[in-house]
């Protein structure tokens, strides 16, 4: 089962692009993230052409998050269903061949220490209690999206200039770690041990081709699967062409 994790910036805005991976790349699951429409306005039918059930939990202009698959999707969830009163659509899960998959896009936080700092902390802590209250870590879980968090200094282009910046301080990291400790195991870093790649550039100042990079779009799994991802990759071409995601997309394939 190859699952992959792109968060697109836009449907709307990278829609031709979506397709054109989907059709070269053919992941049997795909988590999409950023959507930034509401519902409606989502290419179903273009998706469904191309032999893809999907979910969608949208909101206009941000946000939004999606589930495609070769496969029905079952026990579709929106959001984290907590008694938080919360519009921001972050959230959406579904079971494929009894593998429980989520797609997420964790919040930005923009500048440390601000409001948007302090939920993004929250919600981590949300998504934690989340897992807590709903699964177990023997179960075989995959969590996909734009986490919005550098885990490791090798995950950063410069982690000496990135230190104690919105996606790379500290109570960022220390809250995706609490998450992980729930039993999930980053895939893309266990099959590609000491390697230093990115999933993420600026649009400004020429990040992107200067390679001023970080790696904030990860595929995390539970034990059972974890140990049989087979492969694992980041689709550094895709950040390439006209009007680009900032954000390339990420896969793993499991023996499952």
Not at 44 to 49: F, I, L, N, Q
Not at 173 to 197: I, S, V, Y
Not at 228 to 234: D, T
Request: charge should be neutral; include cysteine; aromatic fraction near 10%.
């Amino acid at each position: 089962m190859k699952i992959a994790t792109w968060n697109v910036n836009s449907i709307r805005a990278r829609q031709e692009r979506l397709l054109g991976w989907l059709e070269s790349t053919k992941p049997d699951v795909a988590c999409l993230q950023e959507l930034k429409c509401q519902e409606d306005q989502v290419p179903e039918a273009e998706v469904k052409a191309l032999g893809y059930h999907a979910c969608w939990y949208g909101q206009k202009t941000y946000n939004g998050v999606a589930i495609l698959s070769k496969t029905q999707l079952v026990d579709v969830c929106k959001g984290l269903g907590d008694s938080v009163e919360d519009p921001q659509c972050r959230l959406i899960g579904a079971t494929v061949n009894g593998v429980r998959v989520y797609s997420v896009y964790a919040p930005n936080g923009q500048e440390v220490g601000s409001p948007a700092y302090r939920y993004k902390l929250e919600w981590y802590g949300r998504l934690r209690r989340f897992l807590d209250a709903h699964h177990r870590p023997d179960e075989p879980i995959v969590l996909c999206g734009d986490w919005n968090v550098a885990p490791e200094p090798i995950d950063v282009h410069d982690p000496v200039a990135w230190e104690g910046q919105t996606l790379f301080s500290g109570p960022e990291r220390d809250a995706l770690k609490t998450l992980c400790a729930f039993g999930l195991e980053d895939t893309w870093r266990n099959l590609h041990p000491g390697e230093q790649k990115f999933s993420w550039w600026d649009y400004r100042m020429l990040a992107f081709p200067k390679g001023k990079g970080l790696r904030i779009d990860h595929i995390f799994a539970t034990a059972p699967l974890a140990k049989k991802a087979k492969a694992s990759e980041i689709e550094r071409e895709m950040r390439k062409g006209k009007q680009p995601s900032d954000h390339a997309p990420v896969w793993t394939d499991f023996d499952v």
